[in-house]
């Protein structure tokens, strides 16, 4: 299996949870960490390859979307198939935590979609 997540600074902590347990029940190939910097030290694993979303140039600070709640790690998610050269890859947010097996979701055939998504609907303010 071949994982993207994104994850910012505040979160560099907890992601090592978040893979120690993704790995631990799971057999994985790849995990691509698009973060702000050039690499989390206390994660070492030669199967995680971190992605400095800083060096996009085509994510412009100047997007009329950029000065609101999005932030360029939002934005980076929408250029996985610029940046990632795979045939397929399963997004976890940084705020999942895998407790078991996700093949069965890996191996979903998704016919000619090119994506599958799950709605997150919003909590009214």
Do not use: Q
């Given at each position: 299996m071949k994982i993207a997540m994104a994850c910012s600074r505040n979160w560099y902590f907890y992601q090592a949870t978040n893979?120690?347990?993704?790995?631990?029940?799971?057999?994985i190939e790849k995990v691509y960490m698009f973060i702000e910097d050039d690499n989390i030290p206390y994660l070492k694993d030669d199967r995680i390859e971190f992605v400095n979303v800083n060096q996009f140039d085509y994510i412009k600070i100047t997007s009329p979307n950029y000065q609101t709640f999005y932030t360029k790690l939002?934005?980076?998610?929408?250029?996985?198939?610029?940046?990632?050269?795979?045939?397929?890859?399963?997004?976890l947010d940084a705020d999942t935590l895998v407790?078991?097996?996700?093949?069965?979701?890996?191996?979903?055939?998704?016919?000619?979609?090119?994506?599958?998504?799950?709605?997150?609907?919003?909590?009214?303010?």
């Open positions: 893979l120690y347990a993704l790995f631990k029940h799971n057999n939002t934005f980076a998610r929408c250029y996985f198939s610029k940046v990632l050269k795979e045939d397929k890859i399963l997004y407790t078991d097996n996700i093949e069965e979701l890996w191996n979903i055939d998704l016919k000619d979609n090119i994506l599958a998504a799950v709605h997150e609907p919003r909590r009214m303010e």
